[in-house]
């Protein structure tokens, strides 16, 4: 990959990293890619520091002639895919840990993950040596943990952000949907539907971020398969202190999905 | 300094990492990445962040115009000299852990050194993104720590690793040796020649790490002002089982002094 990238001096090059299992979210990251770079390098990493023990990382879909059809048809110019065993070799003992950002909420809910996420991306960002990287609006806290570390390391990358892709119903597109059941899909749908009437109130003048965390938890508790891990309206600043960022996280059954607004936003479409 | 670099395009760049107060160790490093690379790049920083609480952050010397007249007469390329603000702003909060070979020796004995080191060198090694990095034999686990920050973030930089330069009494050159009052000067020399004997006895068959420890051991305690911090003949793969690469750390007065030689290689000179 190094040696690829280390012969376009006269190019930019874009990164979209991703764990494939590419989705209309994965295909608006790469088409921002394409049209701000003169090359586009897609990296396909099922990355196992990222996940923590009981998480789904075996059974996290692979659907990897599909994906490099999606990547051909979108006139990507390379793709990055390590074995784990070239990623993490007997004796790899190096993390990048990005401190009180990557904490709270789904650093919380997930130990190690952010500091799988922060080691990998370091690695992506070393072996490709992008102008720019690419990653979504829906993994909000990820966007701020990779654009702390990209600053905070001197990347020089510049962290380019989309984004949420969502279906006809608000549901966010992810590669964990198929997981759930018909039933859990339908229901799945009142995570955006929660975060669309938070924005309402927050237009209609609430600013209270407990009440309108508790507006969010009605409109999901509606449902009854869903068990929400923390629903917080928060500084998207630092993830900690109360601020118009709503984030949410629930699970159906075995799926933990999550969403976020940024609810002095307009609801988008 | 990245605009710098990205211009080079054409050229293999070689970077010396430094903290300034440079001697002939410094010397001998730029001497050999001025052979290698068509463009040198020395950076001076003393770096807050590997220097613990208590230790010689305010009083480190800080001679920046003889340093730069010697890399000027060394015909470096650029110098490059962040302030600490421009290091690590409000809220810079990323760091670099690298793991079990940091741990032991240097690392137990000076808490947060070694993330200091790593999360340094990862910044420098994106502002200059060299082909090769030059580091002193002197800090033989710092050089440890720093192949593996590099092989494990896939970052490509070459490690190059040059040796210990010694006064004529043996003292391994170092810019705190200034601390030294005379006397403490005359007796420090007592840390090479204690690793000369030892090399002797390897040489002559004692394999016994403990054996060997004791004779190194033996050596500085013949110096009154000598106040061991550890002896240990380590591994140099991982610095914590026993080998041959002999280790110490000694303080004269209030000053620490390290050095270091594999046992199984002769004695230079």
Redesign the interface.
């Known amino acids: 990959m190094?040696e690829q990238t280390s012969e376009w001096?006269e190019d930019t090059v874009g990164l979209v990293p991703t764990m494939g299992a590419l989705h209309a979210g994965h295909r608006s990251l790469v088409e921002r890619a394409r049209a701000g770079n003169t090359k586009v390098v897609v990296s396909i990493f099922v990355n196992p520091l990222q996940f923590g023990a009981g998480e789904d990382l075996a059974r996290y879909p692979r659907p990897i002639e599909e994906d490099l059809e999606m990547l051909r048809e979108l006139r990507v110019d390379a793709v990055y895919m390590p074995r784990v065993s070239d990623m993490y070799p007997e004796g790899?003992?190096?993390?990048?840990?990005?401190?009180?950002?990557a904490e709270p909420l789904e650093g919380a809910s997930r130990p190690g993950h952010f500091e799988g996420v922060?080691?990998v991306v370091?690695?992506l960002f070393?072996?490709v040596?992008p102008d720019r990287a690419y990653f979504g609006q829906k993994d909000a806290q990820q966007v701020a943990v990779v654009k702390?570390?990209a600053?905070?390391?001197?990347?020089?990358i510049e962290i380019v952000v989309c984004p949420t892709v969502r279906e006809p119903d608000g549901l966010a597109v992810s590669s964990r949907n198929v997981y759930l059941s018909p039933e859990e899909r339908r229901q799945a749908a009142s995570l955006s539907r929660a975060l669309r009437a938070a924005t309402s109130a927050y237009a209609g003048g609430e600013r209270d971020p407990a009440v309108l965390e508790a507006l969010i938890r009605n409109v999901i508790e509606g449902e009854p398969l869903a068990r929400i891990d923390y629903v917080k309206a928060v500084d998207p600043g630092n993830f900690t202190s109360p601020g118009s960022l709503a984030t949410v996280a629930v699970r159906f059954g075995g799926t933990r999905l999550i969403d976020n607004h940024d609810l002095a936003q307009p609801w988008p479409g």
């Not at 600053?151 to 020089?156: C, V």
């Open positions: 190094r001096t790899a003992t190096t993390r990048v840990v990005v401190g009180a950002v922060a080691t370091t690695k070393w072996a040596r702390r570390l600053a905070d390391l001197d990347t020089g």
